[in-house]
């Protein structure tokens, strides 16, 4: 659209001292004539575009013209910058990279930046979160394999919402046909995915960030783990946000508040990362799940 590409020129004559017609014509896909045009209109709009002759010539913006920025500071611009970016690095998105191109003409100094960030993507195939969220720009229907918590393979058929970042992992949330209801599908566990030619036509909503309500409360339950010193930074990793008691021996005491713990593999899973460094405390009946677990894998050795 016209508009978007005006903005676009005036936020990129800001972040650069000159730029020409044939550059920005590359840049938009249209041709130096439309260029032209475009920063008459920029100027009849007020914006003191200054047209540069010679070889390295082309249009900039006199100097010393700034947006005004009394309503964000230049740190307040740097965490925003800082967190598009890593969303950029993720999704290769073109729209965000104009987006960050337009904050830092606010004259943000990222030589004060103190925050970084780094969305991790390493359980996620990178072509796949690229595609879905494509897909759900374009308000499209997919088709993939899905393996459940209980390593149940189906098909299914999604009108696609949104995507979202949770807990180090991504998850896409739609409509699905086959149950007939919302679902949350973890991108982990989705394979040969097929986005359809088929838009989404249903008005759906977008859902609102979950969370435990006072009826789930009484399902939490403290676990409590002695850590040995050689395995508390391993810990902390995964827990550093719950009760830590340093003992005398140099272990640690950390009690977890868990959501039924007795039910949750991925908390099961995650202790047994730790191997011998950490030892149940109680629950006790959360310590026969982990032996019987670890007989279990014993077993698959047992020809060693």
Known sequence: MKLERLISIIFKLLNNEILSASSLANEFQVSPRTIYRDIEAICAAGIPVVSYHGTNGGFGIIDGYKFDKSLIGSYDILNVITVLRSLSSVFADKDVEHTIERLQSLDANEENKTLSVDLETHKTEPSLLINLRKAVHEKKVIRFTYVSKKNEFTSREVELIQLYYKYRNWYLYGFCRERQAYRDFKLSRMMDLTVTEERVVTN????????????????????????????????????????????????????????????????????????SGVEIIKPVELRTLLFDEASKIIKVYEDI
């Not at 609102?208 to 009484?218: R, T, V």
């Not at 340093?246 to 508040?257: E, K, L, V, Y």
């Open 204 to 275: 759906h909503e977008v859902k609102s960030d979950p969370s435990f309500s006072d009826n789930h409360s009484e399902a939490f339950e403290d676990v409590v783990l002695r850590v040995n010193p050689n395995s508390i930074a391993q810990v902390l990793d995964q827990f550093q946000n719950c009760s830590k008691v340093i003992n005398s021996d140099g272990s640690m005491t950390f009690t977890i508040s868990v959501y039924q713990p007795l039910h949750a593999r991925w908390f099961l899973s995650i202790l047994l990362s730790f191997g």
